[in-house]
């Protein structure tokens, strides 16, 4: 997993460090670190099966008001903008 990025010719010193830790968070290294610090445990079969019925329920009720003009259809892309349909 090294990040290997060589210096080009007449290449400022801030412009090397900013490739550099450009291509360190496109490779997801210190991402990937992080998320092993801690251990988490395995979710058991009954989590399992309620994360899956609230998804079931959620899209239903989505598809449901999309259906009868009460929220606008969705575009292309999804993304994490397009929560507006889930209560915090």
């Known amino acids: 997993m090294a990040v290997e990025v060589k210096r080009k010719q007449n290449e400022s010193v801030e412009g ?10 496109q490779s997801r290294v210190v991402f990937r670190a992080k998320a092993g610090r801690y251990r988490t445990k395995p979710k058991t079969k009954r989590q399992v099966k309620e994360s899956a019925l609230r998804r ?17 259809e969705e575009t292309q892309g999804g993304g994490f903008g397009n929560r507006s349909f889930v209560k915090k």
């Open 56 to 72: 079931k329920y959620l899209r239903e009720k989505r598809d449901y008001l999309q259906k009868i003009g009460q929220l606008p």
């Open 16 to 25: 090397l460090l900013r490739r550099f830790s450009q291509r360190v968070l």
